[in-house]
Each structure stands twice: as structure tokens, then as C-alpha cells.
């Protein structure tokens, strides 16, 4: 293969070196100048022609092995491994906790980024550590990161950043970056980047706000919230349901889960965050033979379609939006911060 009628690099260009090696072979790929399993050449031989550093086409291949489009075969040396998608938006999607509303967040977005995207989406499950490998692993190697920030302390308790994680978001070019959910990393960012946002102590008091005129039938307010919890809950949520009880003078609880067995009282109205919770409430308000939406209400945060079937009431982010927000603005490549509707939808369980 004769690399200079090929491969370009421009001194001159602020591009960093490994990043034109990359772009490069991109291109010729596009253009069918390589096709699959077409044999590249070594790092070696790739310096001493263009008289580059050995690290910087590692650099470079190392890349392209991680977007899978070559691949190294022992003693052999480097392949075209992928033609299809390369010229594709890639991208890479970060979330806590793969619950169904994050997973329809993601499908959504799938579906509104179109069919010119390849995204990858990878679970880091609130772990600080494996958020970091993560971003250390493949730096450099998408167009896009979409993040959704949520992590957890030694004592299972929400924040939204750390400040090791703060200086790793920092490295992410500022027109790659994507922050969707909770607006607390972002604050302590500058530059113009995409945010898609939830207010989460005002979106609660607000959407409950709504339905005041229903709640107020209601003896006492129990918000189900656990404090320790492997996939935690943002605290705003908390403040925000505080916020709402006392400004309105409503009597309220805070318990960490629905209890096996637990005792049900008429005019209790119980709002709960975990599914697990949902459904456990639901069992007990049925076999205790209570009257759904008058003798106990059920309010659940986050909307599904499973919720819509069964006619329970909900406080929800609208994760369409949230998601065709973010491929919108990442496909007319513009900035800024977006606050996503939250609303209360009635059903029969208030």
C-alpha cells in the first residue's frame, strides 16, 4: 500500500496528529479506497513514513480498535474490521441504572438520532470508579457523550458529581458533551455544552402543586424514599415534597419502603418512587380490600405503560421530550440548557 497517496497528514493543521490518522483512514474507508479485511500498515511502518512518533499512530490505531474499525490479529498485524457506519454520527450514551423510563429514554433517543448514528450505551450503575474507567476508556472515541448523572456515596446516598469525576467531564470537548437529566454537574461546568434537564424539588412540588384539590381529601401524605439504596434518589426530591406538606399544612411521612404486612389506614395517600414499592403497595391495598383513589390514593413517580394499564396516578418527566431534545440539538449541533416538562397525569388512583 502506498500510504502517501492515501493517508494525509498537514503539518500545519491544529488537528492533533493521531486525530488526522483516524479521520483519514475514515475517509478512505467511506470512499472505498479500503474495504473490509484489508491489511493496514504496522505502527512501524506508519511513523517512519510520515516521520510521526510510534505513540502517536498507537494512539490512533488504539482508537480505531475501540470503535471496531480495525482489529489487530497476532503476528499478523492490522485489518479493516468495519465499513459499515463509519461515516455514522458515534456515540456514546452513560447511564446510572438501566430502570425502564432510563431504557425508554434510550430507545427514544435511538429513534429520534435516526438511522446516520451508531450509539453505544453503557451502565455504570452510580459507581463513581466505573463511570471513570468508562470515560478513560474511550476517550476520544465518539462524536458524542451523553451522560446521565447520577452517583452514589460510601453510604449509598445521591450526588451528582465528585470531584474526580467533575475533572474527567472537564476533558470532554465542550461540543461533545451532553448532560440529560440532573442539572448539578453541569453548573460547575463552563462553556456552552447540551443540557436536558429535571428540577427534581421543584418539579415535585409543583406537579403535586396540581393536584392539590385531590390530595387535600387525603389524612396524611407518605412518601416512600429510600435513604440507602444501591441505585440512590436525588434528596431534592425530598426537599421539594417537604416544601409542598408544610406550605400547605398537610400531615406527612417518610418511610424507606412498603413493608411486608404494613398497617393501612383510610385516607392515606402514598407516593412512591421504586416500582418494587408500587407493587408491593398495590398487593396490600387489594387484599386489605381497600377502595383505590378513595380510601387510599397511590401517586408513582416516573410514568410507564404499565402504570397507564392499571390506572395509577403519576408525577412524570416527559422522557420523549427529554430524548428528542437531545438528538435534535446534537443533529443541528446546538447548545444550550433545556428544562423538560414534568407534569402530574390523574388516573383512578388519586
Same mark, same amino acid.
Request: charge should be neutral; glycine fraction near 4%.
Given at each position: 500500500?502506498?500510504?502517501?497517496?492515501?493517508?494525509?497528514?498537514?503539518?500545519?493543521?491544529?488537528?492533533?496528529?493521531?486525530?488526522?490518522?483516524?479521520?483519514?483512514?475514515?475517509?478512505?474507508?467511506?470512499?472505498?479506497?479500503?474495504?473490509?479485511?484489508?491489511?493496514?500498515?504496522? @505502527?512501524?511502518?506508519?511513523?517512519?513514513?510520515?516521520?510521526?512518533?510510534?505513540?502517536?499512530?498507537?494512539?490512533?490505531?488504539?482508537?480505531?480498535?475501540?470503535?471496531?474499525?480495525?482489529?489487530?490479529?497476532?503476528?499478523?498485524?492490522?485489518?479493516?474490521?468495519?465499513?459499515?457506519?463509519?461515516?455514522?454520527?458515534?456515540?456514546?450514551?452513560?447511564?446510572?441504572?438501566?430502570?425502564?423510563?432510563?431504557?425508554?429514554?434510550?430507545?427514544?433517543? @435511538?429513534?429520534?438520532?435516526?438511522?446516520?448514528?451508531?450509539?453505544?450505551?453503557?451502565?455504570?450503575?452510580?459507581?463513581?470508579?466505573?463511570?471513570?474507567?468508562?470515560?478513560?476508556?474511550?476517550?476520544?472515541?465518539?462524536?458524542?457523550?451523553?451522560?446521565?448523572?447520577?452517583?452514589?456515596?460510601?453510604?449509598?446516598?445521591?450526588?451528582?458529581?465528585?470531584?474526580?469525576?467533575?475533572?474527567?467531564?472537564?476533558?470532554?470537548?465542550?461540543?461533545?458533551?451532553?448532560?440529560?437529566?440532573?442539572?448539578?454537574?453541569?453548573?460547575?461546568?463552563?462553556?456552552?455544552?447540551?443540557?436536558?434537564?429535571?428540577?427534581?424539588?421543584?418539579?415535585?412540588?409543583?406537579?403535586?402543586?396540581?393536584?392539590?384539590?385531590?390530595?387535600?381529601?387525603?389524612?396524611?401524605?407518605?412518601?416512600?424514599?429510600?435513604?440507602?439504596?444501591?441505585?440512590?434518589?436525588?434528596?431534592?426530591?425530598?426537599?421539594?415534597?417537604?416544601?409542598?406538606?408544610?406550605?400547605?399544612?398537610?400531615?406527612?411521612?417518610?418511610?424507606?419502603?412498603?413493608?411486608?404486612?404494613?398497617?393501612?389506614?383510610?385516607?392515606?395517600?402514598?407516593?412512591?418512587?421504586?416500582?418494587?414499592?408500587?407493587?408491593?403497595?398495590?398487593?396490600?391495598?387489594?387484599?386489605?380490600?381497600?377502595?383505590?383513589?378513595?380510601?387510599?390514593?397511590?401517586?408513582?413517580?416516573?410514568?410507564?405503560?404499565?402504570?397507564?394499564?392499571?390506572?395509577?396516578?403519576?408525577?412524570?418527566?416527559?422522557?420523549?421530550?427529554?430524548?428528542?431534545?437531545?438528538?435534535?440539538?446534537?443533529?443541528?449541533?446546538?447548545?444550550?440548557?433545556?428544562?423538560?416538562?414534568?407534569?402530574?397525569?390523574?388516573?383512578?388512583?388519586?
Amino acid at each position: 500500500m502506498n500510504l502517501r497517496e492515501f493517508i494525509k497528514i498537514d503539518e500545519n493543521s491544529r488537528i492533533p496528529k493521531y486525530q488526522q490518522i483516524i479521520d483519514s483512514i475514515i475517509l478512505n474507508i467511506s470512499a472505498g479506497n479500503f474495504t473490509m479485511d484489508q491489511k493496514i500498515p504496522s @505502527i512501524n511502518m506508519f511513523s517512519e513514513e510520515f516521520y510521526l512518533s510510534r505513540d502517536t499512530v498507537e494512539k490512533a490505531y488504539s482508537i480505531l480498535k475501540e470503535r471496531k474499525i480495525i482489529t489487530s490479529i497476532r503476528g499478523k498485524g492490522f485489518y479493516i474490521s468495519r465499513t459499515k457506519l463509519i461515516s455514522k454520527l458515534n456515540i456514546l450514551f452513560l447511564v446510572n441504572k438501566l430502570s425502564s423510563y432510563k431504557l425508554r429514554t434510550y430507545n427514544n433517543f @435511538i429513534q429520534s438520532i435516526g438511522p446516520n448514528s451508531h450509539t453505544d450505551l453503557h451502565i455504570y450503575h452510580c459507581e463513581e470508579n466505573l463511570f471513570l474507567n468508562l470515560l478513560d476508556k474511550y476517550k476520544s472515541s465518539y462524536d458524542y457523550y451523553i451522560i446521565m448523572p447520577h452517583f452514589k456515596t460510601e453510604e449509598r446516598k445521591h450526588i451528582s458529581s465528585t470531584p474526580k469525576i467533575i475533572n474527567a467531564v472537564k476533558k470532554i470537548p465542550r461540543n461533545k458533551l451532553v448532560i440529560l437529566d440532573n442539572e448539578k454537574l453541569g453548573q460547575l461546568l463552563d462553556g456552552d455544552f447540551i443540557e436536558i434537564l429535571q428540577d427534581f424539588e421543584n418539579d415535585i412540588y409543583n406537579s403535586l402543586k396540581e393536584g392539590l384539590s385531590k390530595i387535600k381529601k387525603y389524612k396524611k401524605l407518605v412518601l416512600i424514599y429510600k435513604r440507602q439504596t444501591v441505585y440512590p434518589y436525588p434528596q431534592r426530591i425530598l426537599k421539594g415534597f417537604r416544601k409542598f406538606c408544610i406550605e400547605f399544612d398537610l400531615d406527612f411521612e417518610i418511610l424507606d419502603e412498603i413493608y411486608n404486612d404494613m398497617v393501612l389506614k383510610k385516607g392515606d395517600l402514598f407516593i412512591t418512587i421504586d416500582e418494587s414499592d408500587l407493587v408491593n403497595l398495590v398487593k396490600q391495598v387489594r387484599e386489605d380490600e381497600f377502595i383505590l383513589g378513595e380510601e387510599i390514593g397511590i401517586i408513582s413517580y416516573n410514568d410507564t405503560p404499565l402504570k397507564d394499564l392499571l390506572g395509577i396516578t403519576v408525577i412524570s418527566t416527559d422522557f420523549e421530550v427529554m430524548s428528542q431534545t437531545a438528538a435534535n440539538m446534537i443533529l443541528n449541533k446546538k447548545t444550550g440548557k433545556v428544562k423538560v416538562p414534568f407534569n402530574l397525569i390523574e388516573r383512578d388512583s388519586l
